[in-house]
């Protein structure tokens, strides 16, 4: 069998003609089996072969081998997928479907680079935004002036908010608060380990996170010190990818992975920790971005090796239960990017059953997407809102808090149930362990 | 739509009389000549046949081929010539069905009767459609084997016979009926034509299941020859629980036994109680696990019938067989025998309001009842009798065929056909069915044995014209005359 | 694929789409070749156009239509079937029944339920699981395949050795015939009047009518399960196992067996169970009923096993261990894809007592032809699932395993067994057919589609054999003919079942 350098030193004849195509040994693979089409959520609800896992390869290969040229029969289905790899988890012959469809939008972001103002809103976020942390502390300072100074609440009573679409209106109130600064920059470059050190870790803070989640990764900091990781925050770090990777953009992907391969090279840590699965799976998966580039490519695989998400982590090191309690009822969701990307499912439940009182209550198809996969709940409002329905659905009866390891998913949930008027807080893994451990010191 | 052409019927033979052309009336001893001068004298004779159609005995060709060539033969000339054709085992089914028109030569399979081939590794088994069913079930039971069909019949009915009108038993709770037992068939059609189905494994989807076509086709599309079983292990263990009781107590028991992973192998109520112990019904419960399991059930049962107050009796090993055998005889006895079907969880109050309605219209009847499954049978026993009486198929056939029916029905015959009419429409409202297994010709003359068909009428008939095109085959005698 | 789409009349897609609406019909061009062959490959072609109906008054209007326009049609579940029948190969309307998926009553007193076609088989039992119910047939794409489905191919699974395959467990359908008509066929309790049409219904593969409402029985949950995993040496004790459990009176639930390359492949797969990579076969045996009875009956299979040399016997201890060997048994299939870019699987079956001389055989078949064929079988029904390696990129390779299938069908029908087991004929055995049925079994055959699909416009070209294929077979069997003469002093067989890390043997690709 053909090895990496052969199969993408060249682009195939085909549909595909520009470099980093879709790779033939990943699609040949497929046996055409169709044990994926019933974990697929497109397939769940339409029940149309071209948006089922199965059809969205077979179409990548017709295209590949020029039986099908790169039109809507192949562009609709590979934009439709939300790339929640779910159907990776149940594939017996191991076909990377999430590579093939990033590989495939790729080529259409090469043939037709989106244009009219969605391809502007498209390039201001993925190009002109993301990448650029000075520019994301600007949209951090003007959110935070929205909701400090009463702006949200001012707008939502004039009734503003109802300009937006219904779904960015419920996201937008969904919004957590804001903090000062971002993680990178408020915690200290270097922060030791409580007690005997066991490991350096590099904490990948993000984009979107670190505008919106910074006290999650305060929380990661607070857990992996306790147990005994010296933590450093690298300042030069950016934005991982993901969501230019998921939009077809892959120059500027790759981009930005080799900016991350560098800084963290230099830190010379033990692990790279993210608490965000999009970010987690991105990093672990860089080699595919550079499957064209020998020398990058084992540069990329001697970063991935290193990349854990944070339960997986502390799974790995070991912790010790925490004796505060939080006494609630919970239920965990399983982030797509975390259990069919990364096939880190156990170590989070784990984690959260060493909690004193909190109530771990499973839901059904905990693995199933909630719809938020990255920004696809604002390219696909309509799916992702069935997806997010029967995801509420789904919740438990009586359970307080859902818990799940991915910044999108806690937005994605949060708008639901605030948009249902349902108290349920929504927290990070991290966080609720964070939460027993503080609560531990103030009883000591 | 396009005009179909009969594809099985008009196959392998040459002498075709012309389309349309004029019928020549064939009497029986030419009939019978011709036969002999294709067969040979000992497989022809021109007998006085009761059962052959008609009212009064007359005579018919009777042929008893030889092998499966022979009735291909028989079954080329019969259909050259529309002679009307009655396949026949050992005529112990000939009270079920509708009145046969007469036929003019009866097709005996009596002298295929050869085990072809019997794999016990294999649990596989090939006989000939004349052997019958007990001495099959004799020869198997030496390998410790059985095929799981118990169809309350008489000894001598053959496999074939059995196969073709599909009759079932009690064990089709656990193991199903012909259709869940047969994978392959020989079948000679009218004109000769020789069709195997299916594959002598246990599985098989090549083509289309016409095994199953065949089965309970009552003779009407073609002669089967051979039949291939799938088997089953013999329990190693018998045992009969047999419990009495009114009937709120007994359909309490059935529907905690229903309720529980208990697996009973049969599971018949009977009411009037089997044994006039006094209580209204009786349930019988086998079970055919292993030793230790079985037992474990019988425990169980006995703890359940004290807790719903039933009285209960448990029957080992040959006693067991001996109160299936009584049970085979009581069902046998009754001139008038009706195969149900209906909700098997509903069984016991559909019992209890059948015999209520039967009371109140003047009858008597008995009842044994799958309440596993949903199958059982309806009785009528002629006045005055008790136990075991001569098989009332073949008193069905000749003393009661006069216009007003037999004596015990005092002319009543109508009366019994609107109720079995009203019967049907009940149970049929809930899923099920009554279909006449035995009945006096009289009734048989007034009441449909099978009931409405139901939409797939106009496919049941086309398949009829596809594989007998001239209706040669048992003509009048299954489901709409057909 | 076979050249362009067929145009569809533009009155009839007017039709259909007011019949079903915009967002249920595809006909554009670009969204027809997702539909192109279902779960067998090797055969494709684009359909007229794609509808999606929802009930059984729709399909009936569907099918009123598409007769009135003399285009053919044809009826498609999952996709998931494994020979071809669902593949559109003269622009037929493919039908989707994948909407309707509603179970639409269930009556747990008596054990019954009613389903439209869609509805995927592990849900039904899914959705009894709480009052202790299952729907017994279980094929290995149970996860995903519809009822619908599994009637028209007559569907089997592992566990059918004691529970019988579908048309055991289908009671009645709602039929709407290939000429619109809608009838009623079978009975929800006893036998149906009249000939037995549901029986030829269920396995005709789409040819005879499309059922829109199905009624099925349940099946109780038994109250102990043990399955026992057994190693072998050598697959010839193996085999031996199978036919003396079931000379011993014990029918277990199911008996399954993978040999050394099926190992390999699902061991590579997310099902890793860690098979010793010198066992040369792998007994799954199930046994089911009543506690105190499956406990006897286990420690009689585990004796029987060891009498017959195998390496090791384990009973599973845990649901999750049980769960796993299944898994790994179930998506053996799929796993080939790790070891081999192209397979194609046969689905004969042989009576049990042949399955040493068979599987000897077809490993000389291997051999010979210089391909690898992994087994992954319902050994307790003798239904055999060759998975024979090709790569169809080398020229010649995909020719030669469709020979080599062929072959080991004809080996199958000579051993006194059958072309398929519960594959069904579909496309792809249609040649295979004349193997098993002389002209006059055929004939009765063809008079029955005559009945129900007289203009055959109900999925043609299915099932029955056709000159065509015929000549291709025999040319296939020809080159495989001449590849066995220069392959005659090919290395040990034991050498082709052991691959290099890479799945690839050196020489064979």
């Known amino acids: ?444 | ?482 | 694929m076979s050249g362009t789409a067929q145009v569809l009349d533009a009155r009839l897609l007017q039709a259909l789409l007011q019949t079903l609406g915009p967002r249920r019909v595809l006909h554009q061009p670009a969204h027809l070749h997702a539909y192109a062959c279902d779960g067998y490959v090797a055969q494709q072609g684009l359909p007229r156009a794609v509808v999606f109906p929802e009930t059984t008054e729709e399909v009936a209007a569907v099918v009123s239509l598409l007769n009135q326009y003399d285009v053919p049609f044809l009826p498609r579940g999952a996709g998931t079937g494994l020979s071809g029948g669902a593949t559109p190969l003269h622009g037929e309307v493919v039908i989707s029944l994948a909407r309707m998926n509603k179970l639409l009553a269930v009556d747990l007193e008596n054990l019954r339920a009613v389903v439209q076609p869609g509805l995927v088989n592990l849900w039904l039992t899914k959705r009894v699981a709480h009052a202790g119910c299952y729907y017994a047939p279980d094929p290995s794409s149970q996860s995903v395949c519809t009822l619908g489905g599994n009637l028209a191919e007559n569907a089997g699974g592992s566990h059918c050795l004691k529970y019988g395959v579908t048309t055991n467990h289908v009671l009645a359908a709602k039929v709407v015939l290939p000429n619109g008509e809608v009838v009623d066929l079978g009975a929800t309790y006893g036998d149906a009047v009249g000939y037995d049409l549901l029986g030829l219904l269920v396995g005709s593969e789409g040819t005879l009518g499309i059922a829109t409402e199905i009624t099925v029985r349940l099946l109780k949950k038994p109250e102990a399960v043990q399955t026992a995993l057994a190693l072998f040496d050598r697959v010839a004790d193996a085999s031996d196992t199978v036919s003396a459990i079931l000379r011993a009176g014990i029918v277990p639930a199911a008996i399954e067996m993978m040999d050394q390359l099926a190992m390999q492949a699902v061991d590579k797969s997310h099902y890793h169970v860690g098979y010793p990579p010198d066992a040369e076969a792998v007994l799954l045996i199930e046994v089911d009923g009543l506690a105190g009875g499956v406990e006897e009956q286990m420690r009689r299979v585990v004796e029987l096993c060891r009498q017959h040399a195998a390496r090791s016997v384990q009973v599973a201890q845990c649901e999750e261990e049980r769960a796993l060997w299944w898994s790994s048994r179930k998506m053996a299939f799929g796993a080939t894809g790790r070891i081999s870019p192209d397979y194609i699987v046969q689905d004969g079956v042989i009576p049990r007592t042949r399955l040493t001389e068979v599987l000897q055989y077809i490993a000389d078949l291997s051999r010979n032809s210089g391909l690898r064929i992994a087994n992954v079988f319902h050994a307790g029904d003798g239904n055999l699932h060759p998975l024979i390696c090709y790569d169809a990129r080398i020229p010649g390779q995909a020719e030669l395993a469709a020979a080599v299938g062929s072959q080991i069908l004809r080996a199958c029908v000579d051993a006194g067994g059958s072309i398929t087991g519960e594959h069904g004929v579909g496309v792809e055995k249609r040649a295979e057919m004349t193997y098993q049925f002389c002209d006059a079994d055929l004939a009765a055959q063809e008079a029955v589609r005559l009945v129900f699909n007289p203009r055959n416009l109900c999925n043609p070209g299915k099932l029955f054999p056709t000159p065509g294929r015929c000549s291709e077979v025999r040319q296939s069997a020809w080159l495989a003919a001449q590849f066995a003469a220069v392959s005659a002093g090919f290395p040990e067989q034991t050498r082709i079942l052991a691959p290099d890390r890479q799945g690839r043997q050196d020489g064979v690709y």
């Open chain 1, 1 to 444: 069998m053909a090895s990496d350098q052969v199969t993408t030193a060249a682009p195939r004849n085909g549909a595909f003609l520009w470099p980093d195509a879709p790779a033939p040994e990943q699609y040949e693979v497929c046996v055409h089996c169709g044990f994926c089409l019933e974990v697929c959520p497109t397939y769940q609800e339409w029940r149309d072969e071209n948006h089922s896992p199965r059809g969205r390869v077979f179409l990548i290969q017709a295209a590949a081998e020029g039986r099908l040229s790169l039109d809507a029969a192949v562009v609709d289905p590979v934009f439709t997928c939300l790339d929640c790899r779910a159907c990776e988890s149940v594939c017996p012959s191991g076909v990377p479907v999430g590579h093939l469809i990033e590989a495939a939008r790729g080529q259409v972001y090469h043939a037709d680079p989106p244009r009219g103002w969605r391809g502007a809103l498209a390039r201001l976020f993925l190009r002109g935004l993301f990448p650029h942390p000075r520019r994301l502390g600007v949209v951090r300072a003007l959110l935070r002036l929205w909701q400090r100074f009463g702006l949200q609440c001012l707008a939502q009573r004039l009734g503003l908010l109802r300009l937006l679409p219904p779904h960015l209106r419920a996201l937008a109130v969904a919004l957590p608060e804001v903090t000062a600064r971002p993680a990178r920059l408020s915690l200290p470059e270097r922060l030791p380990a409580a007690g005997p050190r066991k490991g350096r870790v590099a904490l990948f803070t993000g984009c979107v996170m670190d505008v919106l989640f910074t006290p999650v990764h305060e929380a990661t900091v607070r857990v992996a010190q306790r147990h005994g990781l010296e933590v450093v925050v690298p300042r030069d770090q950016v934005c991982c990818g993901a969501l230019q990777v998921h939009a077809g953009d892959r120059p500027q992907a790759q981009a930005l992975a080799r900016r991350n391969i560098t800084v963290f090279a230099e830190s010379g840590v033990d692990y790279i920790a993210v608490n965000a699965a999009g970010c987690g799976a991105m990093l672990k998966e860089y080699p595919e971005l550079f499957r064209g580039d020998p020398a990058w490519h084992a540069r990329a695989q001697a970063f991935a090796q290193r990349v854990r998400d944070i339960a997986e982590l502390l799974a790995e090191v070991g912790t010790e239960p925490p004796r505060g309690r939080v006494p609630q009822r919970a239920t965990y969701h399983d982030a797509c990017h975390l259990c069919h990307a990364q096939g880190v499912r156990v170590q989070p439940r784990q984690l959260l059953r060493s909690v004193p009182g909190l109530e771990l209550v499973e839901m059904p198809d905990a693995e199933r997407c909630c719809g938020s996969a990255g920004v696809y709940n604002l390219t696909h409002p309509e799916m992702a809102q069935t997806l997010l329905t029967r995801k509420l659905d789904d919740l438990p009866p009586g359970v307080e808090m859902v818990i799940t390891g991915n910044p999108g998913c806690i937005l994605q949930l949060r708008a639901g149930l605030a948009q249902r008027g349902q108290r349920i807080a929504v927290r990070h893994t991290v966080e609720v362990l964070d939460a027993a451990y503080q609560q531990e010191e103030e009883q000591a």
């Open chain 2, 1 to 482: 739509m396009r005009r179909m052409e009969p594809r099985i019927g008009l196959e392998n033979h040459t002498d075709r009389p012309p389309r349309g052309g004029h019928q020549v009336s064939w009497s029986t001893d030419r009939i019978a000549g011709a036969l002999e001068s294709a067969l040979g004298r000992a497989a022809v004779r021109v007998v006085l046949d009761s059962a052959a159609g008609g009212d009064s005995p007359a005579p018919v060709a009777w042929t008893e081929p030889f092998s499966e060539e022979e009735v291909a033969e028989v079954l080329r000339l019969a259909h050259a010539h529309r002679w009307t054709v009655q396949p026949r085992g050992a005529g112990t089914q000939l009270a079920t069905g509708n009145l046969p028109q007469p036929v003019q030569v009866v097709l005996s399979l009596a002298r295929l009767h050869r085990l072809v081939s019997y794999s016990p590794a294999d649990l596989v088994v090939t006989v000939q459609a004349g052997m019958p069913l007990a001495t099959l079930a004799a020869e198997l039971a030496r390998s410790g084997q059985m095929l799981p069909l118990d169809p309350p019949v008489n000894p001598a009915a053959t496999v074939g016979g059995l196969a073709a009108t599909s009759t079932a038993g009690p064990r089709r709770l656990l193991y199903g009926s012909w259709r869940d037992q047969t994978i392959a068939l020989r079948v000679v059609c009218p004109g000769g034509s020789i069709v195997r189905t299916g594959a002598k494994v246990v599985k098989n989807v090549a083509g289309y299941d016409m095994t199953k076509l065949f089965l309970g086709s009552f003779g009407t599309l073609g002669v089967l020859t051979e039949i291939t079983f799938k088997l089953r292990p013999l329990p190693p263990h018998r045992a009969t629980c047999v419990l009495h009781g009114p009937a709120g107590a007994v359909a309490a028991l059935r529907q905690r036994l229903a309720a529980s992973p208990l697996i009973p192998s049969r599971l018949e109520a009977l009411t009037p109680a089997a044994d006039g112990t006094g209580g209204a019904w009786t349930l019988a419960v086998d079970c055919d696990e292993p030793q230790a399991a079985a037992s474990r059930q019988t425990e169980r049962l006995l703890q359940w019938a004290s807790d719903f107050g039933l009285q209960a009796l448990v029957h080992q090993g040959l006693a067991a067989d001996a109160w299936w055998q009584a049970w085979q005889q009581r069902l046998l006895a009754a001139p008038l025998r009706a195969r149900l079907a209906f909700p098997p969880a509903a069984g016991v109050a559909v019992g209890e309001w059948l015999r209520q309605d039967a009371a109140l219209r003047g009858w008597d009847i008995h009842l044994s009842l799958g309440v596993g499954h949903g199958c059982g049978w309806l009785t009528l026993p002629a006045p005055g009798q008790t136990g075991a009486a001569e098989p009332a198929s073949a008193a069905a056939t000749a003393a009661d065929s006069g216009e007003a029916g037999p004596a015990w029905l005092a002319g009543r015959t109508a009366e019994l056909a609107e109720a079995l009419r009203d019967w049907r429409e009940t149970l049929r409202a809930q899923g099920g069915s009554l279909v006449l297994e035995a009945a006096p010709r009289a009734l048989r003359r007034t009441i449909d044995s099978f009931g409405p068909v139901g939409s797939s009428w106009r496919l049941q008939q086309q398949i009829k014209q596809q594989f007998d095109p001239y209706a040669i085959l048992n003509p009048g005698r299954f489901v709409g005359g057909m």
